[in-house]
């Protein structure tokens, strides 16, 4: 994915709606990237980078092309680089502290994460958008030190507090050796090591 200064997300309700409305997205304004397609709970969603002005304006042409079919959006002027990566599909082994955001929808996620990353000593674990298993939900995942997480958490509830929209957060302090074991991989079950652990066999 290009190195970009802006990017943006639209979520829309429905697949065909989407695809007309990614369509008229990329033939509004140069855009650098545009990456699309159907989620889970039959949703589509479309990530586009590139100039702030072009950015701007292709989600002004997706959010009039998809109308009352989009469900959320958000556009990032100048997003964070660990952002962009962790949408890339780049990942951090968690250490120290975990903490994860979970959201109803993708923009929230993609919010919530680039107020975190901006606004406190945090790293990108992992973010996951709406992918299998998450029914059209985002997850974020941030690791560092236990008062870093928290300023995290603090930034990232007030930013969608702000929106109306819905965020459920946990911190593990000291996650146990397998905890970090298990997210480092990815924190889905279907690609989750099992790990050995010192317990009673029956």
Known sequence: ?????????VEF?????GVAATDAMVKRAPIAFVR???VTRGRFLTLIGGSTAAVAEAVKAGLEAGAAAVLDHVFLADVHPHLLAGIEGKRRIPHAALCLLETDTVASAVRAAER??????V???EIRL?????????LVVLTGE????EAAVELATDELASLGSALRVRIIAGPHGATLEQAAPLTRFDHAPLVELEGEKG
Do not use: N
């Open 116 to 121: 975190a990353l901006k606004g406190a000593h």
């Open 1 to 9: 994915m290009k190195a970009v200064a802006a990017i943006a997300v």
């Open 36 to 38: 699309s397609g159907s």
């Open 146 to 149: 236990l008062h870093d997480l």
């Open 130 to 138: 709406a992918d299998s298993g998450l029914a059209g939900k985002g």
């Open 13 to 17: 309700q429905e697949i065909p709606a």
């Open 123 to 125: 790293e990108l674990a």
